[in-house]
């Protein structure tokens, strides 16, 4: 209960919104790792009678063979096991039926394990802006928590359907993509509701979920997977996705004023903070309605575009690494899938805390003037696209040299983390006001990659080191074309049709709370994703500066 020297609600707010995006996360990636223990193993190379699949591995000659015999006894625990510790329901199920149980792995080829991949982004595109529409219709509670809870339990279906067909876990995936596409835009509403403006960067690192989600979540399934079977992932993600549900119903609400454990003086700071009453509340939901969205210049914005670009050479890399590193360690590396889980999770603990630096570094420059905030997104754009590129670029030549396409392929996710401060920071700049139809449209293009690349790999396979050559290589050089020319034509400034019409008319009760909740503002020290901001953090406290519609009537008083 949010009370007098307790947990507040925005606190508690805060925490399960980490964990709803870890949870969100949690089930697009749970079958990029579990695909590696699916599939049968491959007959290529034999030592005595151990078989040995990875592409890293050669037998050369009878002499060599018993020290490479030798040195394999001493490191089995690097070879990759399918051997079921416990058996599933699933596996129950099948033996009760007297249907073929398939212990030996799904004899799906490279093209079908693509499809698999990246099914889950087939229809998420679509839910991108109807996200946002739907939470401002019915609440994000039910948006946001539905959207999670709805993609774990069809978790508990996967690993029938694998056993049925592949097709049917592909269908499974494109409805969890759908569904799971609606919680990301869903947020922002929820912010606008509860986060005082000089909160709001605090409060956005709760996305952050999603990148301690795949840091944490690839390892843990690496080891329930080495424990137990493949099929529990998917039983630990529904239970979890459950529990989380249950906690979130209870205890988060749309508003302050709907929350019935919240204490007064809370909802009196936050309703005065954000300006709310009740007059105020019906004159904003009616303001909102009259307003009109200027789609054409928004979808002929050569700067909107620019970034588009940008994001789309960064989440192809993203991506491609995200979805394919467990396969990548497995099959050319021989990892066993603790090891692979582990090696797949760190990059991305990595990004976050490359993002969270370097967006230190980003609001130091525009805090002190020593950057023009286009040049600090340029900056953001390079880091995350270019250099991204050659680290990509790097792992593609590390051959069989495990220790390089560690290094490579962690620095490559990390330095993604730059994005943060340049070209997703830079929709907000362009127009505070219609940052998220902006985040919307930049969405719906930019998860084209989640389901194109892993087509693309099964096209060229994923057994030998060239082929993953191939692969990288093309990820390398769409991250550097798209860097550069974020680099050459970006532009952060405010865009006129960001304008605000005065006509609407302002409340009394909004502007005290505003010029209140403004007067003694500090730029937070936390400044992750700032992305999701109103206003711009260097620009607070100058809100002739802004462009926001607020910070423009204010700068009148």
Known sequence: MAKEGG??????????????????????????????????????????NTKVDYACYVARNESEISIDTSTLNQGLS??????????????????????????????????????????????????????????????????????????????????????????????LRVLQGLICGLAWPAMHHMAGQW??????????????????????????????????????????????GTVWYVAWLYLVYDSPAEHPRIHSSERKFIESSLGISDHSANHQQQSTRDERTPWKAILLSKPMW???????????????????????????????IEMTGLLSGIPHLCRMLFAYLFSLLG?????????????????????CCVVNGLFVFALAYSGCNSLMAIICLTLATAVHGAVSTGPLASLVDMSPRY?????????????????????????????????????????SG??????LLYMVFADSTLQSWNSYDDSIGTNGDELEGLKSATGNLEVPKDPAYRMYLDVPQDSIGKPEETGHPRAERLSSV
């Open 7 to 48: 947990i507040s609600a925005r606190t508690t707010l805060w925490y399960l919104v980490f964990v709803g995006f870890a949870v969100n996360y949690m089930i697009r990636i749970n079958t990029n790792i579990t695909i590696v223990a699916m599939i049968k193993q491959s007959e290529t190379e034999f030592v005595g």
């Open 78 to 171: 690097l070879l990759r096991s399918r051997e079921s510790k416990i058996i599933s329901p699933e596996q129950l199920l099948l033996m009760f039926l007297k249907l073929d149980p398939q212990r030996e792995g799904f004899d799906w080829n490279d093209y079908q394990q693509g499809l698999v991949l990246g099914a889950f982004y087939w229809l998420h595109w679509i839910t991108q802006i109807p996200g946002g529409i739907l939470a401002r219709r019915y609440g994000t509670k039910l948006v946001f928590g539905a959207s999670n809870v709805i993609g774990c339990w069809l978790c508990f279906l996967m690993p029938i359907a694998s056993y049925w067909d592949y097709r049917v876990l592909v269908i």
């Open 195 to 240: 986060i005082p403006p000089n909160e709001r960067s605090k409060f956005v690192t709760a996305y952050l979920g999603s990148s301690i989600g795949v840091a944490l979540n690839f390892p843990l399934f690496g080891y329930i997977i080495s424990w137990s079977s493949w099929e529990y992932v998917y039983h630990f993600c529904g239970v979890f």
């Open 306 to 336: 620019i970034t588009v670009i940008a994001q789309w050479g960064g989440i192809w890399g993203l991506f491609t690494l995200m979805t394919q590193a467990p396969t990548y360690f497995n099959n050319v590396h021989g990892w066993n």
């Open 363 to 383: 609001d130091r420059l525009l805090k002190r003037e020593l950057m023009s905030r286009t040049g600090v997104r340029k900056m953001g754009g390079t880091m």
């Open 435 to 475: 940052a998220g139809i902006l985040l919307g449209v930049s969405g719906m293009i930019t998860v084209i990659p989640g389901f194109v690349s892993p087509i693309i790999v099964g096209m060229l396979g994923n057994h030998t080191v060239e082929q993953w050559r191939i692969i990288f290589l093309i990820s």
């Open 478 to 483: 769409m991250l550097i074309v798209c860097g």
